[in-house]
């Protein structure tokens, strides 16, 4: 057991720290101080575009960094577990294809539509997950963070929240934790729904039931549940996630219904939302899109529409490299190379619109443009 492990397995202890933390000042409607007077700054993996997504390094990244609340990825385990991986599919974030003894799992699955081939974390326990070890997922666009690979173990939600309420106790700063129920159609097809799990969860830790949460899903029938089960309550919001176009929520494919993304995005679409959730969350090009030539268009009426509907807008993902950004930031040190300034410079185009917050793989970056 490592020094980490130990510390984090300490739960009385740390449940005093979370006390602590939990009787700092908060803002109105239970947020941070720093988010209630700008724009929230989420950090999406933690600082996944420094160090191996979902990992304490990560983490303690984005916090160190200047991030308002840490994402939590939740799936769960074959034992009943929720772990912080951005999908089911362990091959890209882990070490698991070089571990012989777990050859033999490797398997072809349909998950959220998609078909993939691997190793499924439902397919391990707890204990056998914690064996592995974390893996940068795009190692060419980030060899920096690749230089951590196997330094980390793949974490429990609950060693988060745990590690959350010490950083928290320990500076003073109140932070915000913004998980995403996964695959929830999935998950329950299975036999490992998440929504218990996760309710049970944030009830039995004190940080959890008073600094911020906001709870993220692409699914709707999840974030119905979670609302229903746990009322409207000031340090919680719900997230409803939406990408662009015709594609439908996997639990609206699954009950054979037709509402898309698309529609889902429309003045009515918003208020439909405003019933069950507090933000919507379009991808940053359903806010202001590209054009042909990979330049901004002009801004759509998203956020306005959001805002009339009495909704947040929150808008994910901004990431630094080359590739990544629209055409009118980038530089010429080529499509894998990290561009600090053009990151800087797109967020704060998008910023300009009236966003409420917004998620990014370098909070750094998103810290500096909001304090431009």
């Given at each position: ?345 797109e967020i704060r185009r998008y910023l300009a619109t009236g966003l409420d917050g917004f998620f990014t793989d370098d909070p750094a970056l998103g810290r500096a443009a909001l304090d431009a």
């Amino acid at each position: 057991m490592t020094a980490i492990q130990r510390f984090l397995s300490r739960r009385d202890f740390i449940g005093g720290l979370a006390a602590t933390a939990g009787a700092l000042a908060l803002a109105p409607g239970g947020l941070a101080t720093a988010s209630a007077q700008r724009p929230t700054l989420f950090a999406h993996r933690g600082a996944s575009a420094l160090r191996p997504e979902h990992t304490l390094g990560s983490y303690a990244k984005a916090i160190a960094d200047g991030a308002d609340y840490i994402e939590p990825d939740l799936v769960c385990t074959k034992d009943g577990v929720l772990v912080a991986r951005h999908e089911a599919n362990l091959s890209e974030t882990t070490d698991v294809a070089k571990r012989s003894e777990f050859a033999s799992r490797r398997v072809r699955k349909t998950i959220d539509g998609e078909t993939h081939e691997g190793w499924f974390v439902d397919d391990f326990t707890l204990a056998e997950l914690k064996t592995l070890r974390a893996v940068e997922r795009i190692p060419v666009d980030r060899p920096g963070s690749a230089q951590y690979d196997g330094m980390f173990q793949v974490l429990t939600f609950e060693e988060i929240i745990d590690f959350v309420a010490a950083t928290s106790a320990t500076t003073g700063k109140v932070i915000g934790l913004i998980p995403e129920l996964k695959s929830s159609t999935y998950f329950a097809g299975v036999g490992l729904p998440l929504e218990d799990r996760f309710i049970a969860t944030l009830a039995a830790h004190e940080y959890t039931r008073r600094a911020p949460v906001e709870i993220q899903s692409f699914e709707i029938a999840n974030l119905k549940y979670v609302r229903e089960k746990l009322g409207r309550r000031a340090n919680v919001r719900l997230m409803q996630l939406v990408a662009v176009g015709d594609i439908r929520p996997r639990d609206v494919v699954a009950a054979g219904g037709a509402l898309t993304y698309g529609q889902m995005c429309t003045p009515a679409g918003l208020r439909e939302i405003a019933r069950y959730a507090d933000v919507v969350a379009p991808p940053t090009r359903g806010v202001i899109p590209l054009r042909k030539d990979g330049r901004l268009a002009e801004p759509l009426p998203i956020v306005a529409d959001a805002h009339a509907a009495g909704l947040r807008l929150e808008t994910w993902t901004f990431r630094p490299e080359n590739h990544f950004l629209a055409a009118d930031f980038r530089n010429d040190a080529g499509d894998h190379a990290r561009n600090e300034a053009g990151s800087i410079a797109e967020i704060r185009r998008y910023l300009a619109t009236g966003l409420d917050g917004f998620f990014t793989d370098d909070p750094a970056l998103g810290r500096a443009a909001l304090d431009a």
